[in-house]
């Protein structure tokens, strides 16, 4: 059975319309995101733009970007900066409410989403006295596996936050779990910093697709 195309379905089954009379609850997911979306583009209306994207992230949510999304025929610049900020302020506002901090693992939901970047990314928790999250932030994106990180940049807003602690986390490209020197001297470095600062750093997270660890763990903090 072939799927309608949007100009064939009653005007109270067209995704916007629909979301505006049962709410965004009622839509599947292909609604939602044609509703997002917006329009077609010559020879393929909104609904067949909303399936294809659909296809191509499938689940993997860590992999939507901006240039994945302009693979898709009828995905723009715009259109494409659209979903990805779309699904990024959704991922944030699903962590607002505030998770303490016990363990390494308790850190995962906020990093999962950079373990299968191409290129390194360098996050920085703020913590509470209460070793809640008050935010995470990209600090740097560096190139496959370089990644020039300054105190002041990692520091910047904790300090902002009045964070009483920060945990540190980046991924590895190559695959790899093994701390390098690098990453050793980068965390006594920010070890370091934070002391002046009156911001401890409690410990410092290798992520990969293959899983994680801990730098505190490992006996390097």
């Given at each position: 059975m072939t799927k309608k195309k949007i100009k064939e379905?009653?005007?109270?089954?067209?995704?916007?319309?629909?979301?505006?009379?049962?709410?965004?609850?009622?839509l599947s997911d292909m609604e939602l995101l044609a509703a997002l979306i917006g329009s077609g583009v010559k020879g393929k209306d909104v609904l067949e733009v909303a399936s294809s994207v659909l296809r191509k992230i499938?689940?993997?949510?860590?992999?939507l970007d901006?240039?994945?999304?302009r693979e898709i025929e009828g995905i723009g610049l715009?259109?494409?900066c659209q979903i990805a900020a779309a699904f990024e302020l959704s991922r944030r506002y699903?962590?607002?409410?505030?998770?303490?901090?016990?363990?390494?693992?308790?850190?995962?939901?906020?990093i999962r989403h950079i373990a299968?970047?191409?290129?390194?990314?360098f996050v920085c928790l703020s913590l509470n006295g209460a070793s809640e999250v008050i935010e995470s932030r990209v600090v740097t994106v560096g190139l496959l596996d370089c990644n020039q990180v300054h105190p002041r940049e990692v520091f910047a807003d904790p300090i902002a936050d009045r964070a009483a602690s920060v945990i540190l986390a980046h991924n590895h490209p190559s695959g790899t779990l093994e701390p390098s020197p690098e990453d050793l001297a980068l965390t006594k470095r920010l070890v370091k910093a934070g002391d002046l600062l009156g911001i401890k750093v409690l410990d410092h997270i290798i992520v990969t697709k293959r899983g994680y660890i801990s730098l505190k763990q490992e006996g390097h903090l």
């Open positions: 379905l009653p005007k109270l089954d067209r995704p916007r319309e629909k979301l505006e009379a049962k709410g965004a609850e009622a499938g689940r993997r949510l860590d992999q901006v240039k994945a999304l715009a259109k494409a699903l962590l607002k409410e505030r998770i303490v901090i016990r363990e390494a693992k308790d850190v995962l939901p906020y299968e970047k191409r290129q390194e990314y």
